[in-house]
Nanobody, 127 residues
Framework: QVQLVESGGELVQAGGSLRLSCAAS????????MGWFRQAPGKEREFVAA????????NYADPVKGRFTISRDNAKNTVDLQMNSLKPEDTAVYYC????????????????????WGQGTQVTVSS
């Protein structure tokens, strides 16, 4: 069992930066791949970024490539999302998620691969 708690969301101006963090409880953090998703008002939840359990493999959605960076610290049971050059269209509730996996370098972009979800943190980017 993995419990996830996100933090770091807030109101920021366009062009600014934010760093989201997701703290995981449980002894199995090193065995799960992690991901960030977001849901804007009136829209479906969408993939943002993913990282393998080893931290060696990453994947990003096209709208955030070059601006967002996902990282993890297995010693601290945390996964972060550094967001730079923020745009108003990045406004959303951001969720971290964990996926059980047997592959060191596997990551997942689809929601149905994820077994555990956090409660979300609100990011608002003003123009």
């Amino acid at each position: 069992q993995v419990q996830l708690v996100e933090s770091g969301g807030e109101l920021v101006q366009a062009g600014g930066s934010l760093r989201l963090s997701c703290a995981a409880s449980g002894r199995t953090f090193g065995s799960v791949a992690m991901g960030w998703f977001r849901q804007a008002p009136g829209k479906e939840r969408e993939f943002v970024a993913a990282i393998s359990r080893s931290g060696d493999s990453r994947n990003y959605a096209d709208p955030v490539k070059g601006r967002f960076t996902i990282s993890r610290d297995n010693a601290k049971n945390t996964v972060d999302l550094q967001m730079n050059s923020l745009k108003p269209e990045d406004t959303a509730v951001y969720y971290c998620a964990a996926a059980r996996t047997f592959g060191d370098n596997a990551y997942y972009t689809r929601e149905n691969y994820y077994n555990y979800w956090g409660q979300g943190t609100q990011v608002t980017v003003s123009s």
